[in-house]
């Protein structure tokens, strides 16, 4: 007999080998699900009515490809420089009400951007309380006499945007500042250079990947965005694909302005992608102390707490006032509604189902990793960021295309065999918006179970496996107990964000079904944004939810 030869697999290699196997095909097979929607909108863009390009590059995205551009250009350097500069002076200095202003520059995260626009758009009428006071200051009588700049504009859009989403390029930029930026100061300062001046010589050239990857996430963002961009009166791509769709009913134009969109997202998941490895060179290529700030007295530490505290106000003091004053104003008037109470259940239940069937989907990406490293697990595991990166219109129009051609399928088949329609299945049911939810946000829970997952050690696995337990016995009893903290950081995440998502929420939800985002949407619609206070209000206190956790984090670690 040959010693050479291939040795059969004993029972508990062959267990073990077969368990792996199967998380691989479930990751897969989840991550598959969650490329449909994409794979679907490129191929019925691509078989779009002939001359349909043309078409609509001379009318729609003539407009909304430089009103993106533009848009995106002004919400990156602004959203750039407050979250640099803002990062800076809560790092560098210390003054009266830093440790407030570290976690409070967060809060702008729990307000959407739509919530914001619509909040404004009210204090900011001409016949408002903002406009009312100046004139009132200033003697006039009458909007007619005077009157401040329409916000409904490029540059109120641009305003508003970049002071909401600053918090992303603050995030990563003050981490950047804390861990990086000690030894270089110090040897600046022995060289004769300030601190002012070190922030613009040293500061900024060493957090330039930092800054790269916060500004691509708020651009994201930006370009996800529906409800601030159309009702501030900027035609963007996000809002052509919406019109296109909904007033049109051209779902292959829509597909078709939804691909450019996707060319924008590439570059900017490129754009990420190469400054965070640029950040993890320069983190990992020195190593630094902690940057010991410089202490502020007097006028000179008052000023830098009103500097520091102007974007908080502006992004979410001004517009979280003016909810909490007008929901008080309707529930004096009329209580809780029947309506809002079934807008509760229906955000609650459908956020709630999406959640639970991401977490799941996210478990399978990762334990995948963990038990079968290698390209198969790790191409999955990168490619459950596409439906993230992408804009929910997007998701929500290749959901259309994907499901309605499956619903007709089925519908054909059933036909032709049994002489029965089933008509639609999936497209108008909430199965199409969970579908959705799923997809974009899948990454979100494979980035949260396996960073609780890369905490345990392998030794727990080996021991495990000595032990002649199966990777599913691993995982119940050693690996889920183990990751709960980091599974309900990742459930909150995407929770929240189904709760704030309007995009794909507005175009795939059932007929006469309202969430907490679609009846504000609709109330804004019809000029009465005061209407829908209270649904606003719930949506901003749990989107607070996971920016106290951030905090919180931020506290224990410092």
Same mark, same amino acid.
Request: aromatic share 10%; with cysteine.
């Given at each position: 007999?040959?010693?050479?030869?291939?040795?059969?697999?004993?029972?508990?290699?062959?267990?073990?080998?077969?368990?792996?196997?199967?998380?691989?095909?479930?990751?897969?097979?989840?991550?598959?699900?969650?490329?449909?929607?994409?794979?679907?909108?490129?191929?019925?863009?691509?078989?779009?009515?002939?001359?349909?390009?043309?078409?609509?590059?001379?009318?729609?995205? +003539?407009?909304?490809?430089?009103?993106?551009?533009?848009?995106?250009?002004?919400?990156?350097?602004l959203a750039g420089v407050v979250g640099t500069y803002a990062a800076w002076l809560v790092t560098a200095y210390d003054f009266p009400g830093r440790k407030i202003l570290e976690w409070a520059l967060l809060l702008p995260l729990a307000m959407p951007t739509y919530i914001v626009a619509y909040a404004y758009l009210d204090i900011l009428h001409p016949i408002g309380p903002v406009q009312g006071a100046i004139r009132w200051l200033l003697g006039y009588s009458s909007p007619r006499e005077f009157r401040l700049p329409d916000i409904r504009s490029m540059t109120g859009c641009i305003v508003l945007l970049g002071f909401v989403l600053f918090p992303y390029v603050y995030i990563p930029v003050r981490a950047m500042f804390l861990t990086q930026a000690g030894n270089l100061l110090e040897a600046a300062r022995t060289l004769g250079v300030s601190r002012r001046a070190a922030f613009f010589k040293v500061a900024v050239p060493l957090a330039r990947p930092a800054i790269a990857v916060g500004i691509s996430l708020a651009l994201m963002e930006a370009l996800n965005d529906i409800g601030a961009s159309e009702f501030l009166g900027v !035609?963007?791509?996000?809002?052509?694909?919406?019109?296109?769709?909904?007033?049109?009913?051209?779902?292959?134009?829509?597909?078709?302005?939804?691909?450019?969109?996707?060319?924008?997202?590439?570059?900017?998941?490129?754009?990420?992608? +190469?400054? !965070?490895?640029?950040?993890?060179?320069?983190?990992?290529?020195?190593?630094?102390?902690?940057?010991?700030?410089?202490?502020?007295?007097?006028?000179?530490?008052?000023?830098?707490?009103?500097?520091?505290?102007?974007?908080?106000?502006?992004?979410?003091?001004?517009?979280?006032?003016?909810?909490?004053?007008?929901? +008080?104003? !309707?529930?004096?008037?009329?209580?809780?509604?029947? !309506?809002?109470?079934?807008?509760?259940?229906?955000?609650?239940?459908?956020?709630?189902?999406?959640?639970?069937?991401?977490?799941?989907?996210?478990?399978?990406?990762?334990?995948?990793?963990?038990?079968?490293?290698?390209?198969?697990?790790? +191409?999955?595991?990168?490619?459950?960021?596409?439906?993230?990166?992408?804009?929910?219109?997007?998701?929500?129009?290749?959901?259309?295309?994907?499901?309605?051609?499956?619903?007709?399928?089925?519908?054909?088949?059933?036909?032709?065999?049994?002489?029965?329609?089933?008509?639609?299945?999936?497209?108008?049911?909430?199965?199409?918006?969970? @579908?959705?939810?799923?997809?974009?946000?899948?990454?979100?829970?494979?980035?949260?179970?396996?960073?609780?997952?890369?905490?345990?050690?392998?030794?727990?696995?080996?021991?495990?496996?000595?032990?002649?337990?199966?990777?599913?016995?691993?995982?119940?009893?050693?690996?889920?107990?183990?990751?709960?903290?980091?599974?309900?950081?990742?459930?909150?995440?995407?929770?929240?964000?189904?709760?704030?998502?309007?995009?794909?929420?507005?175009?795939?939800?059932?007929?006469?079904?309202?969430?907490?985002?679609?009846?504000? @949407?609709?109330?804004?619609?019809?000029?009465? @944004?005061?209407?829908?206070?209270?649904?606003?209000?719930?949506?901003?206190?749990?989107?607070?939810?996971?920016?106290?956790?951030?905090?919180?984090?931020?506290?224990?670690?410092?």
């Amino acid at each position: 007999m040959n010693s050479d030869a291939i040795q059969p697999l004993t029972p508990r290699a062959r267990a073990r080998f077969s368990s792996s196997f199967w998380w691989l095909c479930l990751s897969v097979l989840a991550v598959c699900g969650a490329m449909v929607p994409v794979l679907a909108l490129v191929l019925q863009a691509l078989q779009g009515s002939e001359g349909l390009w043309a078409h609509l590059g001379s009318t729609v995205l +003539w407009t909304a490809l430089p009103d993106t551009a533009i848009l995106l250009a002004g919400v990156g350097l602004l959203a750039g420089v407050v979250g640099t500069y803002a990062a800076w002076l809560v790092t560098a200095y210390d003054f009266p009400g830093r440790k407030i202003l570290e976690w409070a520059l967060l809060l702008p995260l729990a307000m959407p951007t739509y919530i914001v626009a619509y909040a404004y758009l009210d204090i900011l009428h001409p016949i408002g309380p903002v406009q009312g006071a100046i004139r009132w200051l200033l003697g006039y009588s009458s909007p007619r006499e005077f009157r401040l700049p329409d916000i409904r504009s490029m540059t109120g859009c641009i305003v508003l945007l970049g002071f909401v989403l600053f918090p992303y390029v603050y995030i990563p930029v003050r981490a950047m500042f804390l861990t990086q930026a000690g030894n270089l100061l110090e040897a600046a300062r022995t060289l004769g250079v300030s601190r002012r001046a070190a922030f613009f010589k040293v500061a900024v050239p060493l957090a330039r990947p930092a800054i790269a990857v916060g500004i691509s996430l708020a651009l994201m963002e930006a370009l996800n965005d529906i409800g601030a961009s159309e009702f501030l009166g900027v !035609r963007t791509l996000t809002v052509s694909v919406y019109t296109t769709w909904v007033t049109k009913s051209d779902l292959p134009g829509a597909a078709q302005i939804a691909l450019s969109m996707l060319f924008i997202v590439v570059a900017l998941v490129a754009l990420e992608r +190469w400054a !965070r490895r640029k950040q993890r060179y320069a983190v990992s290529a020195q190593k630094s102390r902690e940057l010991e700030p410089l202490r502020l007295n007097g006028l000179k530490g008052w000023f830098a707490f009103v500097l520091g505290g102007l974007p908080v106000l502006i992004g979410f003091v001004v517009p979280a006032s003016y909810l909490v004053i007008e929901a +008080w104003k !309707r529930f004096r008037f009329s209580g809780l509604s029947a !309506r809002f109470a079934d807008e509760a259940l229906n955000t609650i239940v459908f956020a709630g189902l999406a959640t639970v069937i991401t977490l799941i989907l996210g478990l399978a990406v990762a334990y995948a990793m963990r038990l079968a490293p290698g390209r198969l697990s790790l +191409w999955s595991y990168r490619l459950s960021t596409v439906g993230y990166a992408a804009p929910g219109t997007v998701i929500a129009i290749g959901v259309l295309i994907a499901l309605g051609g499956f619903d007709r399928f089925v519908d054909q088949t059933m036909r032709d065999w049994f002489g029965i329609s089933t008509g639609l299945i999936f497209i108008g049911s909430g199965a199409a918006l969970i @579908y959705a939810y799923s997809a974009r946000f899948l990454t979100i829970a494979a980035g949260g179970v396996d960073a609780g997952l890369s905490r345990i050690p392998q030794s727990f696995d080996h021991a495990s496996r000595t032990l002649g337990r199966s990777a599913t016995q691993t995982f119940r009893q050693i690996h889920l107990p183990l990751s709960r903290a980091s599974l309900a950081a990742a459930a909150l995440l995407i929770f929240v964000d189904c709760v704030k998502e309007l995009p794909a929420t507005l175009l795939l939800r059932p007929l006469n079904f309202e969430t907490f985002a679609t009846h504000l @949407y609709g109330e804004a619609a019809r000029g009465t @944004y005061e209407e829908a206070a209270i649904a606003a209000l719930a949506i901003v206190v749990i989107g607070m939810l996971p920016v106290m956790q951030l905090a919180r984090i931020g506290r224990r670690k410092g």
